[in-house]
């Protein structure tokens, strides 16, 4: 199976930071990957997929690079709505596996 | 627009059996593959299991392997998910999920979820 590893486990950031965050596939993944943004108590939501491309409605300070197994997902400038917690996902191969999260916290 | 609705989620005994829906409406169901994803309370997101758009293919966690199973019925817009032999540890709240254009781009429209918790 395909692990995924996210890091940082948290930060403290505040309004008008950057943000970068960043997940490690255990082997190539071409660019089967994807960034979910979680808040409390809501379901998850899909912000990036295949590693750079923006879901539809998604603002544009998101955004995703990265191919093979390193990938990193930016926030240009943090808005207060953009706390909350980030996962990346590899789509490569079943079992889809999750990385475990980035609680992105208000400085 | 895309509604998913989980239900079928409740407080069941350790060994025992639960089966969780999902009723999907605003997209067409028959030619989306589905997951399950769920989430212990407190943690991370977990990949459970994903069905083709077809039922032709269905891949699972090595965590519920044997012991859950995918479905659908496209004639109904519902998806599945038995679970048997329940252990303290699948409890979680429980989500349904469209694919993307395909299973492997990723996971697109999500539901609210459904609270399962194994406990005697």
């Known amino acids: 199976d395909i692990q995924v590893t996210q890091s940082p486990s948290s930060l403290s950031a505040s309004v008008g930071d950057r943000v970068t965050i960043t997940c490690r596939a255990s082997?190539?993944?071409?660019?089967?990957l994807n960034w979910f943004q979680q808040r409390p108590g809501k379901a998850p939501k899909l912000l990036i997929y295949a590693a750079s491309s923006l879901q539809s409605g998604v603002p544009s300070r998101f955004s995703g690079s990265g191919s093979g197994t390193d990938f990193t997902l930016a926030i240009s400038s943090l808005q207060p709505e953009d706390f909350a917690t980030y996962y990346c996902q590899q789509s490569y191969s079943t079992p889809f596996t999750f990385g475990g999260g980035t609680n992105v916290e208000i400085k | 627009q895309v509604q998913l609705v989980e239900s079928g989620g409740g407080v069941v005994q350790p060994g025992r059996s639960l089966t969780l829906s999902c009723a999907a409406s605003?997209?067409?169901?028959?030619?989306?593959?589905m997951h399950w994803v769920r989430q212990a309370p407190g943690k991370g997101l977990e990949w459970v299991a994903v069905?083709?758009?077809?039922?032709?293919?269905?891949y699972y966690a090595d965590s519920v392997k044997g012991r859950f199973t995918i479905s659908r019925d496209n004639s109904k817009n519902t998806l599945f998910l038995q679970m048997n032999s329940l252990r303290a540890d699948d409890t979680a709240v429980y989500y349904c999920?469209?694919?993307?254009?395909?299973?492997?781009?990723?996971?697109?429209?999500w539901g609210q979820g459904t609270l399962v918790t194994v406990s005697s």
């Open positions: 069905i083709w758009y077809d039922g032709s293919n269905k």
């Open positions: 605003g997209f067409i169901f028959s030619g989306y593959g």
């Open positions: 082997q190539s993944i071409n660019s089967y």
């Open positions: 999920a469209t694919c993307g254009d395909d299973c492997y781009s990723g996971i697109e429209y």
